[in-house]
């Protein structure tokens, strides 16, 4: 896939404003698509939208294939007859300035259960029609999720590898007993399911009609408390008991000196592919029903990947192992036709991540906070940049532009990005927007800190930081219509005003 030349902005829907503690799929999120098409961009690049499992990471999801409820928006609930206006009037009041998760998870799922209840006592008739549908159509994966939930649930959050054996080991006949026990409790996490992908559709077809697409992302793997995981354990390396023999992570880098342990489990890549690659082929399918395009996060271990021993505490002590390479996306595009892939290639990349990123055509990516390293000449840097790539200012990973520039950078860089941009940086997130905008790369994206010229203290996420992160809300004031035209007006400049891919 190659993208006409377009820009994008990188805002996670919790972000969103709105009365009840976290950004949703409401009226604020639709708002938010009037203002991207106000501002001239194209794309609306998001985080993965799971279930978010430890640290409330969405990179560490108790599903691949489910969607998050925390984002289910009680308005439009309540517009589809499902909770009334004294269930939102009981609202507690919320910090409009981060996400306070411990407060805001149990409220909107109470919500829910509100909901469900009202739905099973007297069920609105269309809205019941489309329930059964969708429990239809997604029958391969939601029974699975919807009973991992029910039970961890009744197990106070607990890793399935702690349950009783026999459901943590899926023996039918206790499957059978617990789910004729607990009917109800498996329905309500159907329902659940339903009222996020009802309202994620929605969406994405007001996008659609407002010539923006959505570019999500997939990340290479899943978390080992994971309905995933738990179902599938032959596809993963683990022991009996279900825990991991080795775990990912990635080796120092410019993120961490003691690199990445992520602590996944990985792949058993000889029997995926000895599958056919079957369930990445329904993890891909899954995630393309829901964005136009997608982030392939980590792309560099499918080229090789970092394998650090179980019991590890960092993840230097690990190992390159060969990953599945192009025999995967071979069984992907054979069955899914063309794959509308960015390649997420930033960290330690070699000679075969390229070679795999270029012989699939895949588009890389540019971050222009590593750009200006004095020491040597970036990839990164604007001259040295292609068509066929992504640049950003900065990702979910990165410091916002302005908190990078007043305290990550080191003063060699600052002088760099100075003599480079011929001023004093005094509106640095401007001038690196406007370096962005003007790249050769086909897709220009800006996260919306960086639009609103914010500081270190909105930064989405700190690597290798487990607590603290995922928070950043934003506040009306940074949806001005100021800002929107601002953009527009650079978008313009730069010829960056396409909506489709080539």
């Given at each position: ?21 976290i ?21 609306w ?117 702690g349950w ?55 990340p ?32 120092p880098?410019?993120?961490s ?17 000895a599958s ?81 990123r ?49 305290g990550?950078?080191s ?14 940086g005094?509106e640095?997130?401007?001038e ?16 919306h ?54």
């Amino acid at each position: 896939m190659t993208f006409r030349r377009a820009a994008g902005v990188l805002l996670h829907p919790t972000c969103l404003p709105g009365p009840f503690g976290i950004g949703d799929l409401g009226p604020a999120a639709h708002a938010y698509l009037e203002w991207l098409a106000r501002a001239g961009a194209s794309w609306w690049q998001v985080l993965p939208l799971n279930p978010p499992g430890l640290g409330a990471s969405p990179y560490a999801a108790l599903s691949t294939f489910a969607g998050n409820a925390a984002l289910v928006s009680p308005e439009l609930l309540r517009r589809d007859g499902l909770l009334d206006a004294a269930d939102l009037a009981g609202a507690p009041t919320f910090s409009p300035f981060a996400v306070d998760f411990d407060r805001v998870v149990p409220f909107k799922e109470a919500l829910l259960v509100r909901a469900f209840e009202r739905f099973v006592a007297s069920p609105p008739a269309a809205v019941a029609a489309r329930f059964e549908a969708f429990c239809d159509a997604n029958r391969a994966w939601l029974r699975d999720w919807a009973l991992f939930a029910a039970l961890k649930r009744a197990a106070r959050g607990g890793p399935w590898w702690g349950w009783p054996e026999e459901l943590a080991l899926r023996r039918p006949a206790a499957l059978a007993a617990w789910v004729s026990a607990h009917e109800q409790a498996v329905r309500l996490e159907e329902f659940r399911q339903f009222a996020f992908f009802s309202q994620w559709r929605e969406l994405r077809e007001r996008a659609g009609a407002l010539g923006i697409r959505i570019l999500g992302d997939l990340p290479i793997y899943v978390a080992g408390d994971s309905a995933e995981v738990w179902a599938n354990r032959e596809l993963f390396r683990l022991d009996g008991h279900g825990r991991p023999l080795a775990v990912a992570g990635v080796p120092p880098d410019y993120f961490s000196p003691t690199g990445q342990l992520w602590g996944n489990p990985l792949y058993d890549w000889g029997a995926l592919e000895a599958s056919g690659f079957g369930w990445w082929v329904e993890r891909m399918r899954a995630v393309l029903n829901l964005v136009d395009a997608v982030r392939l996060d980590h792309f560099r271990g499918f080229a090789a990947f970092w394998e650090v021993p179980a019991g590890e505490a960092t993840a230097v002590h690990g190992r390159w192992v060969p990953g599945p390479g192009r025999a995967l996306f071979a069984a992907l595009r054979g069955a899914l036709g063309a794959l509308p892939i960015v390649a997420e290639d930033l960290g330690v990349a070699g000679e075969d991540v390229a070679a795999l990123r270029d012989g699939e055509g895949f588009p890389g990516m540019a971050v222009l906070q590593f750009a200006f390293d004095p020491s040597g000449r970036s990839e990164f840097l604007p001259y040295r940049q292609h068509r066929n790539q992504v640049v950003y200012t900065g990702t979910h990973d990165n410091n916002t532009t302005v908190g990078w520039f007043l305290g990550d950078a080191s003063p060699e860089e600052k002088e760099f990005v100075r003599r480079y941009l011929g001023g004093e940086g005094r509106e640095i997130h401007w001038e690196m927007i406007r370096l962005a905008l003007g790249s050769v790369a086909d897709l220009a994206v800006v996260p919306h800190q960086d639009i609103a010229g914010l500081g270190v203290d909105c930064r989405m996420n700190t690597p290798s930081t487990p607590d603290g992160n995922w928070r950043f809300r934003l506040t009306d004031w940074m949806l001005s219509d100021a800002l929107a035209d601002r953009l527009a007006g650079l978008v313009t400049v730069y010829g960056r005003g396409g909506s489709a891919c080539r």
